[in-house]
């Protein structure tokens, strides 16, 4: 590591308040190329970008949970309801 | 793509009033909204009211929505809303942010802290994958409020940053602010497990 580069560095601080923007691919060409050139020096960046890719992948698959089926048919009596007109 | 598409045919099916599409509407986004309710509120019960609430608001407002492409915007508002309101009524939950400062990795050793690659695990990854992804839950659940519900829609619903700008009524800076901190201290998380009750963890 040189001294512009590891955590705490002003460039390594810039670099890692942008990362989220960066995975997806909502920042601007030159922001982009500016990130890669400091990744390709800078290891400790570069784990951590990938290592917040990995988490964002795990957070994508956590498992989803169902509707039980009984809730389906409560919706739908509940909207049933709703439309039936009021008794005199 | 072919979201989209269904989503303009569906519309035009509840704006027609064609009887059968309520029931396509609760199958399409039933299970959607019944496990954003869940993974926002944390109990079955809550989850329910969720699915009720928003499903019977939504599909009758959506008759006057002109723009397909805001269905899943309007859809996860009245969601987002309907688990705000669970929570005012719930039990008091303070108000937590989460700054940048903490959530920078120490040092250079921090920074190489390797989270398992469900893509392509090793063995040993694989191993450890399963223990992996509970902590992943439980990282989601005990985030603050108002990070928790951006994580939800942007990784989980994958919605994009501008539907949940216009879900959230917030501007989208707020919302990517959020994401990218809530990110971190799931990968905080996963290195260092939970933060002390001193530090204000729900």
Known sequence: ?88 | MSRAVSDAELLDRIRSDDPASFDEFVRRYGDRIYGFGLRMCGEREDARDVVQETLIKAFESLKTLHEPRALRSWLYRVASNACLMKRRKGKFEPKRELSLEELMPAGPESAVFEVPDSASPSPEARAELGETRAKVREAIRTLPPGYRIVLLLRDIEQLTTHEVAEALALPETTIKMRLHRARLEVRRYLEHGPRAAAEGAS
């Open chain 1, 1 to 88: 590591m040189t001294h512009s580069h590891g955590p705490g560095s002003i460039a390594c601080r810039e670099i890692f308040e942008r990362l989220s923007e960066y995975l997806d691919a909502e920042l601007p060409p030159d922001l982009c190329e500016r990130i890669e050139l400091h990744m390709a020096g800078c290891a400790p960046c570069e784990e951590f970008l990938e290592s917040l890719r990995r988490t964002v992948r795990l957070v994508a698959e956590v498992d989803a949970p169902t509707m039980p089926a009984e809730l389906h048919e409560a919706v739908k009596q509940a909207y049933a309801r709703l439309l039936a007109p009021p008794h005199p």
